[in-house]
């Protein structure tokens, strides 16, 4: 059975940092594309970013480049997004999610993530 | 990369038929046949209904049925029942840059 299970999210000061971690089991880790994936309170979802099976390629919405870093260990079935300089506009749940040939076919939980001074 | 459009609220009475839209452009569901769609329950994670527009994964019930015109993808859920209300995401590939676009989302109430 597929399982991704998120954390980190927590409450941060605007300006701050957060690191989110996503643990995955019940597949071969290594061998897919892997997303973050946002949904603010109430509203719909945002894809983030993704990154390839061995890291060497990364992308990311607009509205995070720069701020936000993707990054895996497959070594470790795990997946981290590093969130800098947040702002009250990256409040939302956090998914982690994988994907299949181009589509995202699982998600985890979420862990929610609250920029507020 | 702007956002899918969907109805913001479809309702029905159970046993009946309705049909969520979404509503993209050539760069997106128009580019592909590549549009998922999301069932989200209140608190939960979104949950895979449909993929590669019409495709169905293993335990979805056949109730559940996609299509796609140009650039405006549809899911149609028939012989609607209680535990169809929910929240429902489109999603279309839109590139490798940009990755994935979702749509606005759809309310369904089963009256």
């Known amino acids: 059975e597929v399982q991704l299970v998120e954390s980190g999210g927590g409450l941060v000061q605007p300006g701050g940092s957060l690191r989110l971690s996503c643990a995955a089991s019940?597949?071969?880790?290594?061998?897919?594309?892997m997303s973050w994936v946002r949904q603010a309170p109430g509203k719909g979802l945002e894809w983030v970013a993704n990154?390839?099976?061995?890291?060497?390629?990364?992308y990311y919405v607009d509205s995070v480049k720069g701020r936000f870093t993707i990054s895996r260990d497959n070594a470790k079935n795990s997946l981290y997004l590093q969130m800098n300089s947040l702002r009250a506009e990256d409040t939302a749940v956090y998914y982690c999610a994988r994907e299949l040939e181009l589509e995202i076919d699982y998600w985890g939980q979420g862990t929610l993530v609250t920029v507020s001074s | 990369q702007s956002a899918l459009t969907q109805p913001a609220s479809v309702s029905g009475s159970p046993g009946q038929s309705i049909t969520i839209s979404c509503t993209g452009t050539?760069?997106?569901?128009?580019?592909?046949?590549?549009v998922s769609w999301y069932q989200q329950h209140p608190g939960k994670a979104p949950k895979l209904m449909i993929y590669e527009v019409s495709k169905r994964p293993s335990g979805v019930s056949n109730r559940f049925s996609g299509s796609k015109s140009g650039n405006t993808a549809s899911l149609t859920i028939s012989g609607l029942q209680a535990e169809d209300e929910a929240d429902y995401y489109c999603c279309s590939y839109a590139g490798s840059s940009t990755s994935y676009v979702f749509g606005t989302g759809t309310k369904v109430t089963v009256l």
């Open positions: 990154i390839k099976q061995d890291g060497s390629e990364k």
């Open positions: 019940g597949f071969t880790f290594s061998s897919y594309w």
């Open positions: 050539s760069s997106d569901v128009g580019s592909y046949n590549l």
